[in-house]
C-alpha cells in the first residue's frame, strides 16, 4: 500500500474496485482515518470484526462505531500518534456490534502526502481475546496448581500423583518416608520427586496397579500390602482417565492411623445409617430419646477414651 496523499488518492479514483479488492483480500481487519478522526477506508475483515457494514463505517467517527469513553482512548492515542508521527501499537478494549467486549492490540501508522504532512492515519487491529482468556486460564490453573501442592504437602497420608509415563507430577514427604531412607534422600534432592520415574520408587506390585488403572481407566483400585514390615493400604484412583493417576497411601501399622481409621469408618457408617436412624426413632415415638442417647454412646465407644489422651 502507497500512504501519500497524491498516490493515495488517484490509486482509489484510477483503480477503485481492484483498490478496494486487494485490501479486502486481507484477513487482518485494517481501517484508514483522515486527519479529523473521520473513516475513509475499511476492508471485509474490519467490517465483520466491528459487525458494521462499509456504508455504516464510512464517513464516521470513532465516537459513532464505540462507547464514548472508549472512542475518546481511541482519539487521544490517535492525536499522541499525529503530534509524533510514526508507528504506535497498544492494547486495549473494543466493543463489537453485538455488545461483546474484546481485547485488541493496535498497530497504527501515519500517512503523509507529498509535502510530508500527515494527513491521516492507517491501521489494524489483532483480536487477542481468546489469547487472552487462555492466558488468564493458564495463570489460575498455576495458583491451583500451587494451592493443591500447598494441601498435598499437608496430608500425614502418603501421595503421589503421576503422568501417563508414569513420570511423577508431584508427592509428599509421608510418601518418600513410606517406602525408605533411599527415597526420603532423593525427596530432599528433588521436591515432590517430580519427573521421577515411578517404577524405580515403589515395589513392582505398586506400580503394577498404577499402570493398571492408567490402563484401564477405572475409578480406583485398594489394596492392602505388606512392605517392608508395614501394612500399606493403598488407593489408587484415575484423576484423568489415561492421563493422570494418583494413590493416597496410608501406614495401617501406626497405631495412631488405625485408631483414626476405625474412628473413620465408624463415622462413615454412621452417615450412610443416618436415615435409617430417623426412621427407626420416628417409628419409635416416645422411646426416640433413648434411642438417640443409646446410639450416641455406640458411637462414642468408637472413640476409643479420646478425650483421656
Known amino acids: 500500500m502507497i500512504y501519500d496523499d497524491k498516490s493515495f488518492h488517484s490509486e482509489m479514483i ?3 474496485d481492484l483498490h478496494q479488492k486487494i485490501i479486502d483480500a486481507l484477513p487482518i481487519p485494517i481501517f484508514y ?16 470484526f466491528i459487525g458494521l457494514k462499509k456504508e455504516e463505517i464510512i464517513g464516521k467517527t ?14 487521544r492515542r490517535d492525536q499522541e500518534l499525529f503530534e509524533s508521527p510514526g508507528d504506535q501499537s497498544y492494547e486495549t478494549k473494543f466493543r463489537l456490534a ?32 481468546d489469547r487472552k482468556k487462555a492466558e488468564r486460564k493458564l495463570e489460575q490453573a498455576r495458583e491451583s496448581s500451587v494451592i493443591a501442592s500447598a494441601m498435598l504437602h ?23 518416608h513410606l517406602f525408605g531412607e533411599e527415597l526420603e534422600e532423593l525427596y530432599e534432592t528433588i521436591p ?33 500390602l505388606k512392605i517392608k514390615n508395614r501394612l500399606l493400604h493403598i488407593s489408587v484412583i484415575t484423576i484423568y482417565k489415561n492421563r493422570v493417576v494418583g494413590a493416597l497411601i496410608r501406614d ?40 438417640e442417647q443409646l446410639l450416641n454412646s455406640i458411637i462414642e465407644s468408637y472413640k476409643y477414651g479420646e478425650d483421656e489422651d
Do not use: C, W
Open 62 to 75: 470513532v465516537f459513532d462505531v464505540q462507547p464514548s469513553e472508549i472512542a475518546e482512548l481511541y482519539a
Open 98 to 129: 453485538d455488545g461483546s467486549m474484546h481485547d485488541v492490540i493496535f498497530n497504527k501508522a501515519v500517512i503523509r502526502n507529498d509535502d510530508g504532512e500527515v494527513i491521516g492515519m492507517v491501521g489494524s487491529v489483532l483480536d487477542i481475546t
Open 154 to 176: 499437608k496430608i500425614r497420608a502418603g501421595v503421589v500423583l503421576v503422568g501417563r509415563k508414569f513420570k511423577v507430577i508431584d508427592s509428599n514427604m509421608a510418601f518418600a
Open 14 to 16: 484510477q483503480h477503485p
Open 252 to 291: 495401617m501399622s501406626a497405631p495412631m492411623l488405625v485408631r483414626e481409621e476405625i474412628i473413620s469408618r465408624a463415622q462413615r457408617v454412621n452417615k450412610q445409617n443416618l436415615e435409617t436412624v430417623k426412621k427407626i426413632a420416628f417409628l419409635l415415638g416416645e422411646n426416640a430419646a433413648q434411642t
Open 192 to 224: 515432590g520427586l517430580q519427573g521421577a520415574d515411578l517404577k524405580e520408587l515403589v515395589p513392582e506390585v505398586v506400580f503394577k496397579m498404577f499402570s493398571s488403572l492408567m490402563a484401564t481407566g477405572e475409578n480406583m483400585l485398594e489394596r492392602d
Open 33 to 48: 482515518r483522515d486527519i479529523n478522526g473521520v473513516y475513509m477506508a475499511t476492508n471485509k475483515a474490519h467490517e465483520n
